[in-house]
C-alpha cells in the first residue's frame, strides 16, 4: 500500500471514531433537533448553530459574592521552667485542649491536663506522684457504686 492508502484508511478510521463518539454527546446545550432547523449534515465549512450560540454575558445571573473565610482567634500558650536543683514547670494551652505539670525539689510532681472528648464534653485529669504513689482524679473515671449496709 501506499502512503496514500495509509492516510486514506486513517482518515476513514478517525471519521468512523468521531462519528461513533459524537452519538453520545448529543445536541449542544440548548440546541435540539428542532431548533438545528433543515440542517442536513452536510458539511459547509462551517457549523449550522455557531452563529446563533449566545454569549454568557447575555444570561442574566446574580454575581456570587467573594468568599472570605472568617478569622477565628486562636489563642495558644506554652511555658517552660526548670532550676539547677531539679524543680521544673510546663504547661500549654489551645482550643482543644491543656497541660501543666511541676515537679519540687522534693521530688512530688503534680499536674493537670484537659481534653475536649469525642462527644464534645471536657474531659479533666489532676494527678500526683509522691511518696504515697501516683494518685488520679478524672471527670472521665469509673465510679463504683456505693455499698450497701
Known amino acids: 500500500m501506499s502512503n496514500i492508502a495509509y492516510m486514506t484508511l486513517w482518515q476513514v478510521l478517525l471519521s468512523l471514531a468521531v462519528a461513533a463518539s459524537a452519538q453520545y454527546l448529543g445536541a449542544p446545550l440548548g440546541y435540539s433537533a428542532t431548533t438545528l432547523g433543515a440542517y442536513s449534515g452536510a458539511y459547509s465549512g462551517a457549523y449550522p448553530y455557531a452563529a446563533a450560540a449566545t ?17 477565628v482567634p486562636v489563642t495558644t500558650s506554652q511555658s517552660h521552667e526548670q532550676d539547677e536543683f531539679g524543680q521544673y514547670a510546663f504547661g500549654y494551652t489551645s482550643p482543644e485542649s491543656a497541660r501543666q505539670e511541676t515537679k519540687t525539689a522534693d521530688g512530688v510532681v503534680r499536674g493537670s491536663y484537659s481534653y475536649v472528648d469525642a462527644f464534645g464534653v471536657l474531659q479533666k485529669t489532676h494527678y500526683v506522684a509522691d511518696a504515697l504513689g501516683f494518685r488520679v482524679a478524672a471527670t472521665n473515671l469509673p465510679v463504683a457504686p456505693a455499698a450497701r449496709y
Open 55 to 71: 454569549p454568557l454575558a447575555a444570561y442574566p445571573y446574580a454575581a456570587a459574592a467573594p468568599y472570605a473565610a472568617a478569622a
